[in-house]
């Protein structure tokens, strides 16, 4: 999909709760409701979870749970801190969810909320 404005190439993006697509030129975006997530084909994100030294075992259950791995794997990979990278906006988002329910640090992006 191509910016009304400008005709660059849009780029999907998540942000806490919101997402959409966003055109990286001159910044015109459409956020959308959750219900039309599914609609953006994109697998443009990336979640980049910080590293913990002593993780709680909520922290463990919920990393175990999305890297479908076990509670040591998931201890090693949350050590050293991780990336998830190909999601869909769609996936990113249930995933996010999980992080913020155990409390787990993250970083997503591509992320525009600051510009
Ligand atoms: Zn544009």
């Given at each position: 999909?191509?910016?009304e404005?400008?005709?660059?190439?849009?780029?999907a993006?998540?942000d806490?709760?919101?997402?959409?697509?966003?055109?990286?030129?001159?910044g015109?975006n459409i956020?959308?409701?959750?219900?039309?997530?599914?609609?953006?084909?994109?697998?443009?994100?990336?979640?980049?979870?910080?590293?913990?030294e002593k993780?709680?075992?909520?922290?463990?259950r919920?990393?175990?749970?999305?890297?479908?791995?076990?509670?040591?794997?998931a201890?090693?990979?949350?050590?050293?801190?991780?990336?998830?990278?190909?999601?869909?906006?769609?996936?990113?988002?249930?995933i996010?969810?999980?992080l913020?329910k155990a409390?787990?640090?993250?970083?997503?992006?591509?992320?525009?909320?600051?510009l």
């Amino acid at each position: 999909m191509n910016c009304e404005k400008c005709n660059a190439e849009m780029v999907a993006f998540v942000d806490g709760v919101s997402c959409g697509i966003k055109c990286p030129n001159c910044g015109y975006n459409i956020v959308t409701s959750c219900l039309r997530i599914k609609d953006i084909p994109a697998e443009t994100c990336t979640i980049m979870i910080g590293a913990s030294e002593k993780p709680e075992i909520a922290a463990l259950r919920t990393i175990a749970d999305i890297c479908h791995c076990n509670y040591v794997e998931a201890q090693k990979k949350l050590k050293s801190g991780f990336e998830l990278k190909n999601l869909t906006v769609y996936k990113a988002q249930l995933i996010l969810q999980k992080l913020d329910k155990a409390g787990i640090i993250y970083t997503a992006v591509p992320v525009f909320s600051d510009l």
